[in-house]
């Protein structure tokens, strides 16, 4: 079973070179930790960062560079900064190649509910709409169950949802699924979890590939 790194590094094996890539609060804000070191990617931030590097040291932090979080970050060589209408020009415009977002459900079908937290007030989506409405590629990265033990990868979602039909791929700690017409297609298991451990947390209907196999990290 995955920790939160574990995801965030699993999930930076589908950064490819040249990528420019949209991390969003969460989990996402670790990928960039992991990431290749011989290729280039642009991690944009939608308050209006382009050219996000790893999280900083302890004590090498610097309160002005945060990310849509507010989380200190640093940024690469080359790296700019702008207003949040240009950077949802590049969101809208369709010009960032994938998104990673963290999710609280996501159904059979790839919708996402990622923004209504269950009794606490919350201003609204935010940009997570135009993403997920922007986007060819989003993979969500978020725990298989909630901290009952219920499903968060469900038959149709029970939050609001942000978005309808988007989400290609699934990293959770359990697994790694792909979205497809006839429900979730798992593809690989965590070290240490059974096939049966994940059909068991999944409540949308689970196909399993004839290929399916151990999550490689390293």
């Known amino acids: 079973m995955l920790d939160k790194n574990g995801i965030a590094k699993r999930i930076a094996k589908e950064v490819r070179d040249g990528y420019y890539v949209n991390l969003g609060i969460g989990i996402p804000t670790l990928v960039a930790n992991f990431v290749r070191d011989d290729i280039s990617v642009e991690f944009q931030s939608e308050n209006g960062v382009l050219g996000m590097g790893p999280f900083p040291y302890e004590g090498e932090e610097d309160a002005d560079v945060i990310n849509a979080g507010k989380q200190t970050i640093t940024t690469l060589p080359g790296a700019s900064f702008f207003d949040s209408a240009t950077s949802f020009n590049m969101i809208r415009g369709q010009h960032v190649d994938l998104t990673i977002l963290g999710a609280m459900e996501v159904s059979e079908q790839g919708d996402i509910a990622n923004w209504k937290i269950p009794g606490k007030m919350v201003k609204g989506m935010g940009g997570a709409m135009d993403l997920v409405a922007s986007a060819e590629n ?4 978020m725990m298989h169950t909630n ?40 593809l690989e298991h965590a070290p240490g979890v059974s096939i049966e451990q994940i059909k068991a947390a999944t409540e949308g209907n689970l196909q399993v590939s004839d290929n399916v196999k151990e999550m490689q990290l390293d």
């Open 147 to 186: 901290r009952a033990g219920e499903s968060k990868l469900l038959k149709r979602c029970s939050l609001p949802l942000t978005g309808v039909a988007c989400v290609k791929k699934i990293v959770t700690n359990l697994a790694v699924l792909e979205v497809t017409p006839k429900g979730f297609l798992l």
């Open 138 to 141: 989003i993979i969500v990265a």
